[in-house]
């Protein structure tokens, strides 16, 4: 039997703005390819484990969005949330419903928003990954080998193998300054945490019931078929910090496909062609005398000249233009246009 792949697709993007917006969150552009990223990883799901074992664990006003997007998806594919609390809540609600239907189900947790080729091996690390979930009733994260010290992304350190492609957790680290993540790079003892995930549900719950207060004592709500109560209640926060650091039975998998999270504008210069000047555009430009730029144009024509290394984003009746590094820090700026527009 297949495993249940859940998919967490929550939030706006804002890191993406001002492509990115509530009405049109980052799952839905093309960020990767062609098509938008939820169906780029609705693809991957499906073609795993089958249309009817993939769920999507999202806001309704997204899910709405979402069948827009693609029109084979039905109400069965939706595990609804009634507000956001993290993904360690999230998790454990789709657990349970999942060991409710059927107290033996494996669930693999995807994000919406990854970039992930080739799928021959994506889907050879997730067998593994599940493999090692149902064999030795593990917690199993999939790990990537870290390109470049990146400090956008949590790290975990490798501890001795367990199985071929299979190392135990020695610990995990959150986001590094580059310093340290120069460090992790080098010693070749880290590897990228992808938040890719394989558990049988009814571990994945044993060890929330065990460890983390801040979910468990919510469950009984649950139990009582009121999920709305039980998101009132949990403290939000994230399945690594409330379940994975605390846990001792957590495995990772190496994994040997190519993954990118796309986590700001800085990814579209990982994900989208290159021209012989390093500039990558996606929509309509005209550059000149120009390197190492990132242009974003959904209407009109954007034209650089004499300028290297920007962030050149035109969205609606909106434009951003920042640096590369300023495109890291995006969140910064909103927060300061929210209070502008406050006074």
Same mark, same amino acid.
């Not at 990982?270 to 430009?285: E, I, Y």
């Given at each position: 039997?297949?495993?249940?792949?859940?998919?967490?697709?929550?939030?706006?993007?804002?890191?993406?703005?001002?492509?990115?917006?509530?009405?049109?969150?980052?799952?839905?552009?093309?960020?990767?390819?062609?098509?938008?990223?939820?169906?780029?990883?609705?693809?991957?799901?499906?073609?795993?484990?089958?249309?009817?074992?993939?769920?999507?664990?999202?806001?309704?006003?997204?899910?709405?969005?979402?069948?827009?997007?693609?029109?084979?998806?039905?109400?069965?594919?939706?595990?609804?949330?009634?507000?956001?609390?993290?993904?360690?809540?999230?998790?454990?609600?789709?657990?349970?419903?999942?060991?409710?239907?059927?107290?033996?189900?494996?669930?693999?947790?995807?994000?919406?928003?990854?970039?992930?080729?080739?799928?021959?091996?994506?889907?050879?690390?997730?067998?593994?990954?599940?493999?090692?979930?149902?064999?030795?009733?593990?917690?199993?994260?999939?790990?990537?080998?870290?390109?470049?010290?990146?400090?956008?992304?949590?790290?975990?350190?490798?501890?001795?193998?367990?199985?071929?492609?299979?190392?135990?957790?020695?610990?995990?680290?959150?986001?590094?300054?580059?310093?340290?993540?120069?460090?992790?790079?080098?010693?070749?003892?880290?590897?990228?945490?992808?938040?890719?995930?394989?558990?049988?549900?009814?571990?994945?719950?044993?060890?929330?019931?065990?460890?983390?207060?801040?979910?468990?004592?919510?469950?009984?709500?649950?139990?009582?078929?009121?999920?709305?109560?039980?998101?009132?209640?949990?403290?939000?926060?994230?399945?690594?910090?409330?379940?994975?650091?605390?846990?001792?039975?957590?495995?990772?998998?190496?994994?040997?496909?190519?993954?990118? #999270?796309?986590?700001? @504008? +800085?990814?579209? &210069? %990982?994900?989208?062609?290159? /021209?012989? *000047? $390093?500039?990558?555009? =996606?929509? !309509?430009?005209?550059?000149?005398?120009?390197? #190492?730029?990132?242009? @974003? +144009?959904?209407? &009109? %024509?954007?034209?650089?000249? /004499?300028? *290297? $290394?920007?962030?050149? =984003?035109? !969205?609606?009746?909106?434009?951003?233009?920042?640096?590369?590094?300023?495109?890291?820090?995006?969140?910064?700026?909103?927060?300061?246009?929210?209070?502008?527009?406050?006074?």
């Amino acid at each position: 039997m297949r495993p249940h792949v859940v998919i967490l697709a929550g939030g706006i993007g804002s890191r993406f703005w001002p492509a990115s917006t509530p009405a049109r969150p980052k799952q839905l552009l093309p960020l990767g390819g062609d098509r938008p990223l939820i169906s780029d990883t609705l693809a991957r799901a499906t073609e795993f484990a089958g249309r009817d074992r993939v769920r999507i664990l999202a806001e309704n006003r997204l899910a709405e969005l979402f069948r827009q997007t693609e029109s084979w998806l039905t109400d069965d594919h939706f595990f609804l949330e009634p507000k956001a609390a993290g993904t360690g809540p999230a998790l454990t609600w789709a657990a349970f419903r999942l060991w409710q239907a059927d107290a033996e189900a494996t669930m693999i947790s995807l994000h919406a928003d990854h970039v992930i080729s080739p799928f021959e091996e994506f889907r050879t690390s997730l067998d593994r990954a599940v493999h090692t979930a149902e064999t030795r009733n593990a917690l199993v994260c999939v790990g990537i080998q870290p390109e470049r010290p990146d400090t956008g992304y949590g790290y975990i350190r490798l501890g001795e193998e367990s199985a071929p492609g299979v190392r135990m957790v020695r610990r995990f680290e959150e986001k590094p300054d580059r310093a340290r993540a120069s460090t992790y790079v080098a010693s070749g003892e880290y590897v990228w945490n992808s938040g890719i995930f394989a558990w049988r549900a009814a571990d994945f719950l044993a060890a929330v019931r065990e460890l983390t207060p801040e979910i468990s004592e919510a469950l009984p709500h649950l139990e009582r078929g009121d999920p709305v109560a039980f998101f009132d209640q949990v403290t939000p926060i994230s399945v690594d910090v409330g379940v994975l650091e605390r846990a001792d039975n957590v495995e990772v998998v190496e994994a040997t496909f190519d993954w990118d #999270d796309v986590g700001t @504008w +800085s990814a579209v &210069g %990982r994900t989208k062609p290159a /021209d012989g *000047d $390093g500039n990558h555009v =996606v929509g !309509s430009a005209s550059l000149l005398e120009a390197s #190492d730029n990132i242009v @974003w +144009s959904e209407d &009109g %024509r954007v034209v650089l000249f /004499d300028v *290297d $290394g920007l962030v050149v =984003v035109r !969205s609606g009746d909106q434009t951003l233009v920042t640096s590369s590094g300023g495109a890291e820090r995006l969140k910064e700026l909103l927060d300061h246009l929210e209070n502008e527009a406050g006074d």
